[in-house]
């Protein structure tokens, strides 16, 4: 097969697109902060938090339909064993995330003018609590590059034959220049192209797979399908707790993100992030729904009259793949090039967010206000566009690994569920939690995690919860084991932080053994920093937070 030169012309045509609008935004961005005197920090990271309603929805819903959503939700609806039912309860679960971030964190992070979903730590905890649950927040982002790289990399060498690898540094390249030009004005700007090329792009290709004579009417083949497995899906009773299981992990592990709080925090005034967060999650299931109706069609299909021929994708193990072999099978070719645009625009979207996040957590949590709190606005400057280069090099050179970029992914979204939303969660709603309280939560819940067993990284089981069973040589969990861990995460957070309370504060442990200073904190007011070296910038905020709450 020869290289498709339209295809390939198409697409540097969408780059410079895109390319273009973030340097258009980057000088807008420049302009922005002349005229408002807002510091270099603030600008790059929170676009100086001027982003109106009707951007921050775009923005909001771009960064979650991102390729691996797209491939993703098609790839499921034509597994058998997942189908319909099964999708359903992933895209409503993405689709909550959104409104529960926006009913319970926006609000109350915008108020207090926090740079990161990490500073309400380092107010309460302290810098180093904070910098042990900054790494885990970068290790989310840098693991969720390559995920949505992978997508794109994939769809890009099945339509265009090219190589993987090259598509993958191209899409990486452009999307580092311009978060390097004009942080989250770029970014967001480009997200409102982007998400409308996914838009018009996918409405585009749906009908032609649809109407391609080798695919059968989806409506007759929902519950009975004579070419494979009906696309309604085989739910199995006993998998009822694993459903609800990962409706809950990917509901709530969504507000573990930075990427996620870097939306909230840029926005206009907490009433347009609230709005935003719960609008956005109502565009996902319209996003939502494309990838369905390509997946149904793909399992609808008679992939022997097509040029794909025999046997079908799912049968070669190329499920992953079914989206960009539908649109390169079931549509003529200029249609496929406009559904890789789509899929390109969608990774780019995702894979900006995650650099940004990364280089925000970084920037801020660790370099600043842990390694070196003296540094300069100029040095922080630089410290921002050198994460942003590290996180997008490395995440794409992770997408060499294919499949254990999968397993990192995996452990990052964990790590977002297990570790950083409890401790979210905890901070800013109980007044009791400490730093004893943190690290016994971070304890806890990793271990427990890790005795539950996880067949996808081969991980054996140690604790064998009601359900768990012995299939084909591998012991499978049946209970809501992520959601069991996320729990006694928190558990452990208010008990340990409670024990420690009462211990130092009752004189039952002498003060010199209090590292973290909890007797110290004789108001247990949520938020209010911890010590006296704190930077003159977050001296600042903290002002201004105190000021908004006395209004």
Same mark, same amino acid.
């Given at each position: 097969?020869?290289?498709?030169?339209?295809?390939?012309?198409?697409?540097?045509? &969408?780059?410079?697109?895109?390319?273009?609008?973030?340097?258009?935004?980057?000088?807008?961005?420049?302009?922005?902060?002349?005229?408002?005197?807002?510091?270099?920090?603030?600008?790059?990271?929170? $676009?100086?938090?001027?982003?109106?309603?009707?951007?921050?929805?775009?923005?909001?819903?771009?960064?979650?339909?991102?390729?691996? &959503?797209? =491939?993703?939700?098609?790839?499921? !609806?034509?597994?058998?064993?997942?189908?319909?039912?099964?999708?359903?309860?992933?895209? @409503?679960?993405?689709?909550?995330?959104?409104?529960?971030?926006?009913?319970?964190?926006?609000?109350?992070?915008?108020?207090?003018?926090?740079?990161?979903?990490?500073?309400?730590?380092? &107010?309460?905890?302290?810098?180093?609590?904070?910098?042990?649950?900054?790494?885990?927040?970068?290790?989310?982002?840098?693991?969720?590059?390559?995920?949505?790289?992978?997508?794109?990399?994939?769809?890009?060498?099945?339509?265009?034959?090219?190589?993987?690898?090259?598509? =993958?540094?191209?899409?990486?390249?452009?999307?580092?220049?311009?978060?390097?030009?004009?942080?989250?004005?770029?970014?967001?700007?480009?997200?409102?192209?982007?998400?409308?090329?996914?838009?018009?792009?996918?409405?585009?290709?749906?009908?032609?797979?649809?109407?391609?004579?080798?695919? !059968?009417?989806?409506?007759?083949?929902?519950?009975?399908?004579?070419?494979?497995?009906?696309?309604? $899906?085989?739910?199995?009773?006993?998998?009822?707790?694993? !459903?609800?299981?990962?409706?809950? &992990?990917?509901?709530?592990?969504?507000?573990?993100?930075?990427?996620?709080?870097?939306?909230? @925090?840029?926005?206009?005034?907490?009433?347009?992030?609230?709005?935003?967060?719960?609008?956005?999650?109502?565009?996902?299931?319209?996003?939502?729904?494309?990838?369905?109706?390509?997946?149904?069609?793909?399992?609808?299909?008679?992939?022997?009259?097509?040029?794909?021929?025999?046997?079908?994708?799912?049968?070669?193990?190329?499920?992953? @793949?079914?989206?960009?072999?539908?649109?390169?099978?079931?549509?003529?070719?200029?249609?496929?090039?406009?559904?890789?645009?789509?899929?390109?625009?969608?990774?780019?979207?995702?894979?900006?967010?995650?650099?940004?996040?990364?280089?925000?957590?970084?920037?801020?949590?660790?370099?600043?206000?842990?390694?070196?709190?003296?540094?300069?606005?100029?040095?922080?400057?630089?410290?921002?566009?050198?994460?942003?280069?590290?996180?997008?090099?490395?995440?794409?050179?992770?997408?060499?690994?294919?499949?254990?970029?999968?397993?990192?992914?995996?452990?990052?979204?964990?790590?977002?569920?297990?570790?950083?939303?409890?401790?979210?969660?905890?901070?800013?709603?109980?007044?009791?939690?400490?730093?004893?309280?943190?690290? $016994?939560?971070?304890?806890?819940?990793?271990?427990?995690?890790?005795?539950?067993?996880?067949?996808?990284?081969?991980?054996?089981?140690?604790?064998?919860?009601?359900?768990?069973?012995?299939?084909?040589?591998?012991?499978?969990?049946?209970?809501?084991?992520?959601?069991?861990?996320?729990?006694?995460?928190?558990?452990?957070?208010?008990?340990?932080?409670?024990?420690?309370?009462? @211990?130092?504060?009752?004189?039952?442990?002498?003060?010199?053994?209090?590292?973290?200073?909890?007797?110290?904190?004789?108001?247990?007011?949520?938020?209010?920093?911890?010590?006296?070296?704190?930077?003159?910038?977050?001296?600042?905020?903290?002002?201004?937070?105190?000021?908004?709450?006395?209004?």
């Amino acid at each position: 097969m020869a290289v498709n030169v339209p295809g390939v012309i198409v697409m540097v045509v &969408f780059y410079l697109l895109v390319l273009g609008t973030g340097i258009w935004a980057s000088f807008k961005s420049r302009r922005k902060q002349k005229k408002s005197g807002a510091t270099g920090m603030e600008m790059v990271l929170l $676009g100086n938090r001027s982003i109106n309603m009707v951007v921050g929805v775009f923005t909001m819903t771009a960064t979650w339909v991102g390729g691996a &959503f797209i =491939v993703g939700t098609a790839e499921m !609806m034509y597994t058998p064993s997942m189908g319909l039912i099964w999708t359903v309860v992933v895209v @409503l679960a993405y689709s909550s995330s959104f409104i529960a971030g926006g009913l319970l964190f926006a609000k109350p992070m915008r108020e207090r003018n926090f740079l990161t979903m990490l500073d309400p730590f380092h &107010f309460k905890y302290g810098k180093e609590i904070t910098a042990v649950l900054s790494l885990a927040s970068l290790f989310t982002d840098l693991t969720w590059v390559p995920s949505t790289l992978i997508s794109l990399g994939g769809t890009m060498s099945v339509v265009l034959d090219l190589s993987f690898s090259l598509c =993958v540094w191209i899409s990486a390249v452009v999307a580092i220049i311009y978060t390097l030009m004009g942080g989250l004005y770029s970014v967001a700007y480009t997200d409102i192209i982007q998400l409308g090329l996914i838009f018009v792009g996918l409405k585009v290709c749906v009908p032609f797979i649809l109407m391609n004579p080798s695919t !059968m009417d989806i409506s007759q083949t929902l519950m009975n399908n004579t070419l494979n497995a009906p696309w309604i $899906g085989q739910p199995e009773l006993k998998k009822i707790w694993i !459903m609800i299981d990962d409706f809950i &992990f990917l509901a709530l592990g969504g507000v573990g993100y930075q990427s996620f709080h870097q939306r909230t @925090l840029s926005a206009s005034t907490p009433a347009t992030a609230k709005i935003s967060c719960i609008t956005a999650g109502f565009f996902i299931l319209i996003f939502g729904i494309p990838p369905v109706l390509i997946g149904a069609a793909a399992a609808s299909t008679d992939w022997n009259q097509t040029t794909y021929g025999s046997p079908s994708p799912y049968e070669r193990g190329e499920a992953a @793949l079914v989206l960009p072999i539908a649109l390169q099978h079931l549509t003529p070719t200029f249609i496929s090039i406009i559904g890789i645009g789509c899929i390109a625009a969608a990774a780019m979207s995702s894979a900006d967010s995650a650099l940004l996040s990364g280089a925000s957590v970084f920037t801020t949590n660790i370099y600043k206000n842990f390694l070196r709190p003296q540094a300069s606005e100029r040095e922080i400057q630089w410290v921002i566009r050198a994460s942003v280069v590290v996180v997008g090099v490395t995440g794409s050179a992770l997408t060499n690994l294919k499949n254990s970029v999968l397993l990192f992914w995996f452990v990052g979204a964990e790590a977002a569920f297990i570790i950083v939303f409890p401790q979210l969660f905890c901070v800013l709603y109980f007044n009791i939690s400490n730093s004893y309280g943190a690290l $016994g939560g971070v304890l806890v819940g990793v271990a427990l995690r890790l005795l539950s067993g996880d067949p996808t990284i081969g991980l054996e089981p140690v604790l064998h919860f009601p359900g768990c069973t012995l299939e084909d040589g591998v012991y499978v969990q049946y209970a809501p084991v992520k959601t069991i861990s996320m729990l006694s995460t928190i558990a452990a957070i208010l008990l340990f932080s409670y024990l420690a309370s009462v @211990l130092f504060n009752k004189g039952v442990l002498p003060e010199k053994w209090d590292v973290f200073k909890v007797k110290a904190q004789h108001s247990p007011v949520p938020l209010s920093p911890v010590g006296g070296a704190i930077e003159e910038e977050e001296d600042d905020r903290l002002a201004r937070t105190n000021s908004q709450n006395t209004c």
